[in-house]
């Protein structure tokens, strides 16, 4: 439609805001690229060697959590004790494990990566990266390597959902965790492996792997045991404004979540066992919600989760609040048992 044409085609009232609207489009185009542009522009100047100009999400949708980057900070060159020499860990004390190919297992206790977010170990010849989002509950393990390249991962202290960016310290591209996706600068778009993980109480790793390794007590002045969230998974999601989960189920009730399927642990729990989609998820009472209580390992039961495949061997799993599901699986299946 032109000024000087078509416009006499319309209702005199109707081409009135047709031209008032033509007028102000400039104006609305110069402020929607100035937006995008300051918001490059502030993170740009924090992330100088983030290339911005490869972007998977809005920028818009990122905001800072309070740290700067690496004020929550991860770690790096972890150290470990036999589990029998560990006696500063509580029963129902909840632990990362990890299981590899060949050697002991590992745990990583919750009070630790409550404060690293982010612990970085090579076990068996890998490098991986065991992770955990307090605010969204979402443990993994990811493996390290991506084509044949080691990367190690920091804590940004930024937050997209409420769950935390990571950036490698090769490249320094932005990494969703709850993804494990690429989501700003060279890495953009490429996806790391989730090992087989899962959170467990202390006491259960410790039965089954007696002699197992775990991290000992990084050399950091922090309150180690104690939980900085009191409270906070029986209240609301922290820095978030997205939409609830559908079929009318809390927002932090946890899930149990396999690929883009999510069962609700209340489900499981009241069952014990749950056999579906070619899987088995069991349910056993013993760990403590490291988010609840001022000390985690006195929180409410949650209880200890496995998830098995037909063939018994360990599936890649974590347990993310609803929210956090819905926001980063919209199209998901949520495992109702209508």
Known sequence: ????????????????????????????????????????????????????SRLAVDLGEVISGGPLRDGIPAILEPSFIRAAQETRLDEREPVMSYVPEKG??????????MWHEIVNDVVDGRPIAITFCPLCNTGMVFDGQLDGHSLTFGVSGLLRHSDMIMYDHQTESWWQQALGEGIAGVMVGRQLTQLPGWMESWAAFREANPDGLVLDEPNWPRSYGTNPYRGYDTTRPFLYSGENPPHGIPPLERVVRVGDRAWPLTRLRDKGRITEAGLTLTWSEGQ???????????????????????????????????????????????????
């Open 288 to 338: 403590a919600s490291a988010l609840d209580t001022g000390k985690i390992g006195r929180g409410r039961e949650v209880g200890n989760v496995r998830v098995h495949d037909a063939q018994e061997r360990d599936v890649t799993h974590d347990i993310p609040f609803a929210f956090a599901f819905h926001a980063f699986h919209p199209e998901g299946q949520w495992m109702l048992g209508n």
């Open 1 to 52: 439609m032109t000024k000087g044409s078509d416009c006499k085609l319309l209702p005199a009232s109707t081409c009135q805001k047709f031209l008032r609207a033509l007028a102000l489009a400039p104006i609305a185009i110069f402020l929607s690229v100035s937006v995008a542009t300051a918001q490059s522009d502030r993170f740009e100047r924090a992330w100088p060697n983030t290339d911005f």
């Open 104 to 113: 002991p297992a590992r745990a990583y206790p919750i009070r630790y990566l």
